[in-house]
């Protein structure tokens, strides 16, 4: 696959319009993404038809300036790439429709994309020199997946989230207690001035054999704490509660992956999704795989988050594995799991 081979990537399955031109996968040309969240903070969380009508008004803007930023027009495109779920169907609707309609007019592959697959790649793309074989553990606001890559494209999945994903707890904590709006960069910010160890929780499944992950209990006694602690009439210590939450779900995290790592005999160690741009997360994981002299990867903090270049490059990576184009009949998955 020539290193000339120039994917736009489409991102739209929450609350960011973006899009990207990306070459060969790992060469990020441009990447523009423009943020719906000062239009949902007033209402403490992202409103679906809001977020819809919003990727309609930018969807056209933010291709053109992608174009024009990467030095390219529609002409120079090898192909098309596009998420296609998991998120609100609404958004996820807006950027297929945009997709389809580049491809067809150009005669360029349309390629379907799944989002958690781009935030994996997002690790390639600020780090094009890293190879399998790796562990990643991709957490982000719906999933929390647990992979093992001994190829490109090409990953089993050995664990994931059998209710609650991370950061889906994150951000029901936060709003129980109105930390702010994103929950996991507030509960973030709120935790570096309070004591880890202030609050007794618990660590669920942190030593069961599986690889997998459960946050709804953790979550429930967040939610118990805060109201006996309210009808004591006791004042909550938001700082303390925020860095005893977070570190709990960091233990668990860290224990999982630093055993995936062993069991697999792999020295690199992926992080990627949302939650990888949590700093305890990132800090503690480091520390530990320094210990047994392992090395720790994640995407600078602008790709962590959702943005188009990540899907351009999963979009590459697929394509160059299978070089099956989706069908003008392609549907939003917003339920989509990874694998599927």
């Known amino acids: 696959m020539s290193e000339e081979f120039l994917t736009l990537g489409i991102e739209s399955s929450c609350d960011e319009t973006s899009a990207a031109v990306v070459r060969g996968g790992k060469e990020v040309l441009s990447n523009i993404i423009s943020s719906q969240v000062d239009w949902h903070r007033k209402f403490g969380g992202v409103v679906p038809e809001i ?14 300036e992608a174009l024009a930023e990467a030095g390219v027009s529609f002409a120079d495109l090898s192909a098309v790439a596009v998420t296609f779920g998991p998120g609100l169907v609404g958004g996820l609707l807006v950027g297929i429709s945009a997709a389809k309609s580049i491809a067809y007019a150009h ?25 399998p074989p790796v562990v990643c553990l991709t957490v982000s606001g719906g999933h929390t997946d647990l992979l093992y890559f001994e190829d490109l494209g090409d990953y089993e999945i050995i664990g994931r989230t ?11 904590v936060a709003r129980v ?11 973030d910010k709120l935790a570096k001035k309070g004591d880890p160890e202030a609050i007794d929780l618990p660590r669920p499944m942190i030593n069961d054999s599986s690889y997998d992950f459960s946050f709804s209990g953790l979550k429930t006694a967040v939610l118990n704490y805060i109201n006996n602690t309210k009808q004591r009439g006791e004042e909550i210590n938001k700082a303390d509660l925020a860095a005893s939450f977070q570190q709990a779900v960091v233990d668990v995290l860290t224990a999982k992956i630093m055993r995936a790592a062993d069991d697999k005999g792999v020295d690199n160690v992926l992080l990627s999704g949302g939650v990888a741009a949590n700093s ?3 800090e503690q994981l480091q520390e530990k795989l320094e210990e047994q002299g392992k090395e720790l990867y994640y995407p600078e903090t602008r790709i962590c988050t959702d943005n188009a270049a990540m899907i351009a490059s999963a979009g590459y990576f697929n394509w160059q594995q299978n070089q099956e184009a989706a069908g003008y009949d392609l549907n939003a ?8």
């Open 333 to 340: 998955e917003p339920n989509l799991q990874l694998g599927e």
């Open 107 to 131: 005669d360029i592959p349309l390629v379907a994309v799944n989002h958690i697959e781009g935030h994996i790649y997002a690790n390639f793309i600020s780090h094009p020199e890293l190879e």
């Open 51 to 64: 977020a819809s009508r919003k990727h309609v008004e930018l969807m056209n803007p933010v291709i053109d």
């Open 162 to 172: 059998i209710d609650d994903a991370a950061g889906e707890a994150f951000d029901k």
């Open 177 to 187: 207690m109105e930390a702010g709006f994103p929950g996991g960069p507030a509960i």
């Open 280 to 282: 305890q997360l990132r």
